[in-house]
């Protein structure tokens, strides 16, 4: 039974291979699932949006204006290969929740993969969510940070 249990600890979303985007820690660097200044940058989506004149301010409204464009940058197919869409409005939708939500930080899983961590306790894929959106098979980020608000 202990080797079941050990095995299914090392499998699922925290300890298998991290998805999109990954950051890694020196040993002894502070504590190992908390980062407190995580420099994850959505250069190319803040790139994209100058250009298109969509307002990324950080502000949970401009989640809504930015989700009303997601399709059209999804399509747009100048920057694919160049960018990964889920992992820079991830980053971004993180951004603004920890901006925006107090007692929110980035956490960082074992696998080193990044997630928000709500003052809850409750711990979001921010890159996930982006990536069920821009699948369309997820809610729009608005509704998102709302549901993230609520908890």
Partial sequence: ???????????????????????????????????????????????????????????????????EQLDSWNADETHHGKVDLSNEVGIYFGSVIIKNLEGSHWRVWPNGHPVIRLSDGKELDVTRLANDRLNHSGPGLGVLYIRARSF
């Fill in 1 to 67: 039974m202990k080797q079941f249990r050990f095995r299914r600890r090392w499998l699922g979303h925290k300890y298998g291979p991290p998805r999109g985007v990954a950051v890694f820690r020196s040993v002894g660097s502070g504590s190992p699932d908390r980062v407190e200044n995580l420099a994850l940058s959505c250069d190319g989506l803040r790139e994209w949006s100058r250009d298109h004149e969509v307002k990324l301010d950080d502000s949970p409204e401009s989640l809504n204006e930015l989700d």
